[in-house]
Every structure is written in C-alpha cells, then in structure tokens.
C-alpha cells in the first residue's frame, strides 16, 4: 500500500519548501501556498519511523470541509483542493503562536493537573476536578515554539502580548475567533454524537492585514473527541472515555515507553498496528462528517499529486 513520506516537486515560480512534521508547504510566487497532507504520524513532537494509509486525506479532507462550515463566522487561507492530499490558498504571515482551547480536562491539561499544577498560561483550574471532567466554560491556553527544537510551550496571553509575540489587538482577535470556531466545532460534533474535546487553531495574517485562519481544523491530528453516548456514565465510575482522537496513539507510545523523552527509544509498529491506526482515522472522518469515507487511488500517489497541483496553477 503506497503512502506519502516526503515530496520533492518543483513547480512553476516556486519560491520555498517548508516541511514540517506531517504536512509539506510550496510557496508559489510568494502569492500562494500549496500545503501536501502527508501520511508521516507524529506523536510527542517526534515523527515516527511507519507511515500510515490514507492519513492524509483523511486531515486535508476533513479539514476542508470544516473550514467551509466555519467560513461565515472566520475567513480562511483555504481557495482549493485539487487533490484529496492537496490544499491550495493565500500566501499568510503566521502569528507564532498556536491558540489551544479546552472543554474538558484532558490530554496535557490532565496530565499537568495530576502533577498538582492548577494553573495553566495562566488560567486557574478548580481544585476537586477529575480527569475529563467539564470546565465551567472552554479555557484558552496557548502554546509557542521553542526557541530551540520543535516542542510546543504553554505561554501566557500576557506573555505573548508582553514579549510582542502577538500584538493585544491582534490577540484579542485570536481569542474571539478561537470562541467562535470551537462553539461551532462543538455543535458539528454534538450533530454526530461527538464531545469536541479540545483542540487547537492556527492564524496568519494575508498581505492586505486581514486575519485568517490557516492550517488544519477539527482533525484527529489537531483535536480530540469523545463519544457523547456512555460520556457521563463512565465518569460516574470513574472509567476511561471511549474516544477518537491521535491520544491512542500517545498512550500506545507511553505503554510502550516512550514520551519523547531524550534517550527513550521508539516502540517498532508492527504492520497490524499501521493498520489499525488507519482504521481509527477512517472511522473519525466517518464520524465527524457523517460520510463515507471514499479511499484515493494510490496507485501512482506522487505522480497523481503533481499532474492535480500543475492543472490547477
């Protein structure tokens, strides 16, 4: 089964490549990007060695669709997708900051609370609280790049307006926007018995100063999910969440120990695993978009990527 590790196109008045941990980013005439879905999985900011079928598609396409559903509450980089790995839109500055929000107490949030901390980027979480228990009302708490490595940090608003990451006024935006995207996200998933967990949105600004939204939205990769059915009743008697998101992936990791920490050494992913993660992924984009989910030819993936970008530049 061929998948996508890495690109290596040229296109037409390509400027730059930038390859981040799962996507690959073209900049065309520094007027527009073309970002590729690769199938590369990362967990713990480090990419594992396997790649997984259809992982691709299956971000760029739900996240496609999700921009579409959101597009009349916040403007979007997104103008096409002429391939199903494949997004083409503006040309954005990124603010450097990726603004998480959270509904429950789960993941990284939990994971902190365990470790006795009550803050987090400055918001105070309630003392009594169980794993995946409900916050009173979503929090924001943001996250940066390192200044060296690719690990995410968690950051304060003051910070980030104080160490001019963001300007107030530029943030204040963010913060509006990140309300108003994970309100909806939460009422898309609801329609599908889903619980949008938390997630995390990504900004830029076009070259006219309008602020957009870029990158992926409601995907596994950037999202975790609950199954509403059984959410109350499980935490009732204290049971795990049945759940779709990349978290599987990370308590297989961590069982198998590894964190990303310096020295660990990464778990081999047996061919039956791979599999197994591709039909989580297939099984959320049935879920969240109440479609069927309808596999690429991946034939001649690469050539089939190129010959769709060039038709359509």
């Not at 009550?118 to 940066?144: H, Q, S, W, Y």
């Amino acid at each position: 089964m061929n998948t996508i590790n890495n690109t290596n196109f040229n296109f037409p008045k390509q400027k730059s490549v930038y390859r981040g941990k799962v996507r690959e980013v073209y900049n065309i005439d520094d007027k527009l990007l073309v970002m590729i879905a690769t199938d590369r999985l990362s967990a713990f900011d480090v990419v594992l060695p396997k790649q997984i079928p259809y992982k691709g598609q299956i971000l760029n396409q739900i996240a496609t669709k999700m921009m579409e559903a959101t597009s009349d509450i916040v403007p979007n980089w997104l103008i096409a997708t002429p391939d199903p790995n494949v997004a083409i839109g503006h040309l954005c500055t990124p603010f450097k900051v990726e603004m998480v929000i959270r509904g429950y107490l789960s993941g990284h949030a939990a994971r902190e609370y365990k470790l006795g901390k009550r803050i987090l980027c400055g918001v105070t979480m309630l003392d009594g609280m169980k794993e995946n228990d409900r916050f009173p009302i979503p929090i924001i708490t943001p996250a940066t790049k390192a200044e060296e490595g690719n690990h995410d940090e968690d950051i304060s608003p003051n910070d980030i307006i104080s160490k001019n990451i963001v300007s107030e006024q530029d943030y204040n935006v963010l913060e509006t926007y990140t309300r108003a995207l994970f309100k909806r996200g939460t009422e898309i998933a609801a329609k599908r018995g889903l619980i949008l967990v938390d997630t995390k949105y990504e900004f830029g600004k076009k070259m006219d100063g309008t602020i957009v939204l870029i990158d992926e939205i409601h995907t596994p990769d950037s999202s975790r999910y609950f199954y509403a059915e059984g959410y109350q009743e499980r935490q009732n008697k204290g049971e795990t969440q049945k759940q779709l998101s990349k978290e599987f992936v990370r308590q297989w990791l961590i069982v198998n120990g590894f964190q990303g920490i310096e020295g660990q050494q990464l778990p081999v992913m047996s061919k039956e695993k791979v599999l197994e993660i591709s039909e989580r992924y297939i099984e959320l984009y049935e879920k969240i978009t109440g479609e069927k989910f309808i596999k690429s030819d991946t034939t001649s993936i690469l050539k089939r990527m190129e010959d769709n970008i060039s038709n359509y530049l």
